[in-house]
């Protein structure tokens, strides 16, 4: 009943915490993302390890990376030709300390942004280089869940994605994308895109090191480039990183707490933490970037 006062607000604000709401279970935290938002969305062309909750219900577990390690702001799936409009995060467990989910807007992303890196990045787009089976990363059944090569290359092919084999079943799948997209209710013009998170030059300096000497810049399990295929100078890419960091705010979690945010308008994080910690993650409302 509460569907376009909820639209309305997440319009204006990107992301609405609901808090004090009785929802005791996964079951209850599925009910909100049917009411809301029509039906969860399976997790697919995936990019960080998740574990489906239970078969009975398309939720998952939130990234599973090492407690101590932070995750740095991004929007979910927005390397895909099809993501998630909305995004869900119920936390079943909070974590004894840490382990925030810092949250920022898009909007604020792109205001901050050089002129001079917004047009680059508008004219050039961004290009996104995946390598899987090269013991990093995840491996290409993971991230497409399925083992026939033939179902990966119908999967890619549908949604504009480059797949090339390698020797030893190994796969390298290429793709182009926008940086700045139009959002479909309201118009406005969106910072958008997985070209810093995915860069080489975000992950820890001791890891990237480590890679490259390993791999090259094509072969890492995730790097971007302009859609031309030229380098991304890492002085733009630490610029970007500035920003984003800048526009994050965060809270504590709470036990029940349901989380519901406009993907395309707002960033999200998580920050290390201690102690057992459970939040799990929905998506919903199906987005082809073409039509941004």
């Known amino acids: 009943q509460n569907r376009p006062l909820i639209e309305t607000r997440l319009l ?25 938002s029509g039906g969860a969305l399976e997790y697919l062309f995936r990019a960080s390890p998740r574990t489906q909750i239970t078969g009975q219900f398309k939720i998952y577990s939130s990234t599973d990376y090492p407690a101590p390690e932070k995750i740095f702001p991004h929007n979910e799936h927005s390397y895909s030709p099809v993501f998630p409009r909305h995004l869900y995060f119920y936390c079943d467990t909070p974590s ?10 898009t909007r604020q992303i792109l205001a901050r942004i050089d002129p001079a890196v917004r047009e680059q990045f508008q004219r050039k787009r961004i290009q996104y280089v995946r390598n899987y089976g090269d013991g990093m ?4 059944q993971t991230v497409f869940q399925s083992e026939d090569r033939a179902d990966v290359e119908a999967y890619c092919t549908k949604i504009g994605i480059q797949a090339e084999w390698k020797s030893g079943n190994r796969l390298r799948t290429r793709q182009n994308g926008p940086a700045i997209v139009r959002h479909p209710l309201t118009g406005e013009r969106i910072w958008f895109n997985h070209g810093t998170f995915f860069n080489a030059l975000t992950l820890p300096d001791s890891i990237r090191d480590n890679l490259l000497r390993e791999f090259g810049p094509q072969d890492l399990p995730q790097n971007t480039f302009f859609g031309d295929g030229s380098p991304i100078p890492d002085d733009v890419i630490r610029h970007l990183q500035g920003i984003y960091r800048e526009v994050m705010v965060e809270f504590a979690w709470e036990k029940g707490d349901v989380v519901l945010l406009d993907n395309i308008l707002s960033v999200h994080a998580r920050n290390e933490f201690t102690g057992y910690r459970k939040i799990l993650t929905a998506m919903a409302i199906a987005q082809k970037s073409a039509d941004l």
């Open 96 to 105: 004894t300390t840490g382990g925030e989910t810092p949250f920022g807007d």
């Open 12 to 36: 204006e604000h990107a992301v609405i915490l609901f808090r004090g709401f009785q929802v005791a279970d996964i079951a209850e935290f599925n009910r909100c993302v049917d009411a809301i």
């Open 137 to 140: 990363g995840l491996p290409w």
